[in-house]
């Protein structure tokens, strides 16, 4: 079944003064699918999240909500549900009041009330904490507390707008391993912002990527990442190696290759490097490098290379096979399979 529009955004463009925030960003986000703004700091991420909300006005262009313009409409009328980077939890109230505040300016009855907030604070597992206000929670359960408080009024669309930026690598990861049940779970359209690489690949059905206030690129987090459409895209997702083409040697840095179609008509060659391999006899592609130096790092030991014409690459390497490392200094071919690599 084909997916249902649920917004869209036609050429939107946003000025603070004479500063272009956004320029021109056009994207349809599906009903109950999770999307992804990512970007580094200043891309204007964030400032589209605000755009969506109604916190803020459009410059130029439009924003539907279900075929409808909402691009006048007031945050409240969109009645998006908004989960904010510093949680913005009512210090005073206690985690049951905090998540029953948007259902009380919605006039519900005390009984919906009281089934919902019980309802949310078992959702996201705080049992037992109803009665503590924020300033006696976790980050973790604090962050908790804001989806739920989010969550409450059923919202068609969640804004999240870097939420778990605050918090340590392992709860960090427990979080987002929440927030991918509760969108399977609820199947509410998110929107989330974030400028972990990892995080969008991992959480998303579709990442669009920003810098400077233009989409660089959307698509599925397997199609940004493996099929970057240009230099910065491919730079910002992960490690890469970008090599310059040697036109007049039909290959790279000297050495004759098989190139990925059309490479003739860019400048240079990308592959990844957990898609390099140290060549073995038969390997087709081989290009000559020098191990400059290596990382040990766990499970994969990282190699820092050099190829003939100064150009520098890397390649990861599993430690469990037994083979050793080569030490710096030594004198190699690395390979890689064509279909791996990509022209730009």
Same mark, same amino acid.
């Given at each position: &079944?084909?997916?249902?529009?649920?917004?869209? #955004?036609?050429?939107?463009?946003?000025?603070?003064?004479?500063?272009?925030?956004?320029?021109?960003?056009?994207?349809?986000?599906?009903?109950?699918?999770? /999307?992804? /703004?990512?970007?580094?700091?200043?891309?204007?991420?964030?400032?589209?999240?605000?755009?969506?909300?109604?916190?803020?006005?459009?410059?130029?262009?439009?924003?539907?909500?279900?075929?409808?313009?909402?691009?006048?409409?007031?945050?409240?009328?969109?009645?998006?549900?908004?989960?904010?980077?510093?949680? $913005?939890?009512?210090?005073?109230?206690?985690? $049951?009041?905090?998540?029953?505040?948007?259902?009380?300016?919605?006039?519900?009855?005390?009984?919906?009330? $009281?089934?919902?907030?019980?309802?949310?604070?078992?959702?996201?597992?705080?049992?037992?904490?109803?009665?503590?206000?924020?300033?006696?929670?976790?980050?973790?359960?604090?962050?908790?507390?804001?989806?739920?408080?989010?969550?409450?009024?059923?919202?068609?669309?969640?804004?999240?707008?870097?939420?778990?930026? #605050?918090?340590?690598?392992?709860?960090?990861?427990?979080?987002?391993?929440?927030?991918?049940?509760?969108?399977?779970?609820?199947?509410?359209?998110?929107?989330?912002?974030?400028h972990d690489q990892e995080e969008a690949l991992a959480l998303s059905s579709r990442v669009a990527i920003f810098n400077h206030g233009e989409m660089q690129q959307l698509g599925t987090p397997e199609e940004v990442y493996e099929r970057p459409a240009n230099r910065f895209t491919a730079e910002f997702l992960g490690d890469i190696n970008i090599l310059s083409l040697d036109p007049a040697a039909?290959?790279?840095?000297?050495?004759?290759?098989?190139?990925?179609?059309?490479?003739? $008509?860019?400048?240079?060659?990308?592959?990844?490097?957990?898609? &390099?391999? /140290?060549?073995?006899?038969?390997?087709?592609?081989? /290009?000559?490098?020098?191990?400059?130096?290596?990382?040990?790092?766990?499970?994969?030991?990282?190699?820092?290379?050099?190829?003939?014409?100064?150009?520098?690459? &890397?390649?990861?390497?599993?430690?469990?096979?037994?083979?050793?490392?080569?030490?710096?200094?030594?004198?190699?071919?690395?390979?890689? =399979?064509?279909? =791996?690599?990509?022209?730009?």
């Amino acid at each position: &079944m084909a997916s249902t529009t649920q917004i869209e #955004a036609r050429s939107v463009g946003k000025k603070f003064g004479k500063f272009h925030a956004l320029r021109d960003i056009s994207l349809e986000i599906a009903e109950g699918e999770f /999307l992804s /703004l990512l970007g580094p700091s200043g891309s204007g991420k964030t400032t589209f999240l605000t755009l969506l909300g109604g916190y803020e006005d459009v410059t130029s262009g439009a924003l539907l909500l279900e075929g409808q313009d909402m691009t006048g409409w007031s945050a409240n009328q969109r009645g998006f549900g908004m989960v904010f980077q510093g949680y $913005a939890l009512f210090p005073h109230l206690t985690v $049951a009041e905090n998540i029953a505040f948007p259902l009380k300016v919605q006039k519900r009855g005390k009984a919906q009330i $009281a089934d919902r907030v019980a309802q949310m604070i078992d959702m996201v597992g705080l049992s037992g904490h109803e009665n503590k206000r924020p300033r006696a929670l976790s980050g973790g359960q604090q962050q908790r507390v804001a989806l739920a408080r989010a969550l409450a009024y059923e919202p068609t669309v969640l804004l999240l707008d870097e939420p778990f930026s #605050a918090l340590d690598k392992n709860l960090r990861g427990q979080m987002q391993e929440e927030l991918r049940r509760l969108h399977r779970d609820l199947g509410t359209t998110f929107v989330f912002v974030t400028h972990d690489q990892e995080e969008a690949l991992a959480l998303s059905s579709r990442v669009a990527i920003f810098n400077h206030g233009e989409m660089q690129q959307l698509g599925t987090p397997e199609e940004v990442y493996e099929r970057p459409a240009n230099r910065f895209t491919a730079e910002f997702l992960g490690d890469i190696n970008i090599l310059s083409l040697d036109p007049a040697a039909g290959g790279i840095a000297g050495t004759r290759l098989d190139l990925p179609p059309n490479a003739d $008509a860019f400048r240079h060659v990308a592959i990844r490097p957990e898609h &390099m391999r /140290l060549a073995e006899e038969g390997d087709g592609n081989q /290009l000559p490098a020098r191990v400059c130096d290596s990382v040990y790092l766990g499970s994969k030991s990282r190699l820092l290379l050099e190829t003939r014409a100064g150009e520098e690459l &890397m390649l990861y390497l599993d430690n469990g096979t037994g083979v050793p490392t080569p030490a710096p200094g030594t004198d190699l071919s690395i390979a890689w =399979d064509t279909g =791996d690599s990509f022209a730009l």
